[in-house]
T-cell receptor, first 112, second 114 residues
Framework: QKEVEQNSGPLSVPEGAIASLNCTYS??????FFWYRQYSGKSPELIMS????GDKEDGRFTAQLNKASQYVSLLIRDSQPSDSATYLC????????????FGKGTKLSVKP | GAGVSQSPSNKVTEKGKDVELRCDPI?????LYWYRQSLGQGLEFLIY????????KSGLPSDRFSAERTGGSVSTLTIQRTQQEDSAVYLC????????????FGSGTRLTVV
């Protein structure tokens, strides 16, 4: 089992819809969870972090964490074409405070 | 500086040559990371520096790859005897405390070995 798994996509949603991006992880000792957005040809940019079970909202973005199920998700409400990018899930390696493990990313395409 | 600075932004080199890639982290960030990303692929961890501790070199793909961090700040990634499979974008990131803040990435160095 891969340490951090994401559906590679592409995930295509119409403009204005909710985009739902999912991530599962294998290390039960992981404590910190991050979502990065990477536009084509650019470097990853941190958009959300979550540490506790439940939901965390920031503008149009909501991160959801379920440690029992080892599952993290990112919801993007009112999706815009400018949200079209690859979204990377990152999880800290249990027992390590400094090293994050990245999933391969889900490519999101928002159609006007 | 305001962000993580990497140089050069692009590098084309001949197979067999050595290259040096530079990373200048955000001031005050004690942790520094090198990753590489091949076209259409995920991030591959290379090496991690934390303060004055011994670096975590577990991701270096071969002994042709090495990195150092001088004075707890600037880092140089060196690739000796470059091969075509080394062609990728090399990303540097830094963090004050990754567990809480995640990483901030630089804009990367695109390395092409011809």
């Amino acid at each position: 089992q891969k340490e951090v798994e994401q559906n590679s996509g592409p995930l295509s949603v119409p403009e204005g819809a909710i985009a739902s991006l999912n991530c599962t992880y294998s290390d039960r000792g992981s404590q910190s969870f991050f979502w990065y957005r990477q536009y084509s040809g650019k470097s990853p940019e941190l958009i959300m972090s979550i540490y506790s079970n439940g939901d965390k909202e920031d503008g149009r973005f909501t991160a959801q964490l379920n440690k029992a199920s080892q599952y993290v998700s990112l919801l993007i409400r009112d999706s815009q074409p400018s949200d079209s990018a690859t979204y990377l899930c990152a999880v800290n390696r249990g027992g390590s405070q400094g090293n994050l493990i990245f999933g391969k990313g889900t490519k999101l395409s928002v159609k006007p | 500086g305001a962000g993580v600075s990497q140089s050069p932004s692009n590098k084309v080199t001949e197979k067999g040559k050595d290259v040096e890639l530079r990373c200048d982290p955000i001031s005050g960030h004690t942790a520094l990371y090198w990753y590489r990303q091949s076209l259409g692929q995920g991030l591959e961890f290379l090496i991690y520096f934390q303060g004055n501790s011994a670096p975590d070199k577990s991701g270096l793909p071969s002994d042709r790859f090495s990195a150092e961090r001088t004075g707890g700040s600037v880092s140089t990634l060196t690739i000796q005897r470059t091969q075509q499979e080394d062609s990728a974008v090399y990303l540097c990131a830094s963090s004050l405390q990754a567990l809480y803040y995640g990483y901030t990435f630089g804009s990367g160095t695109r390395l092409t070995v011809v």
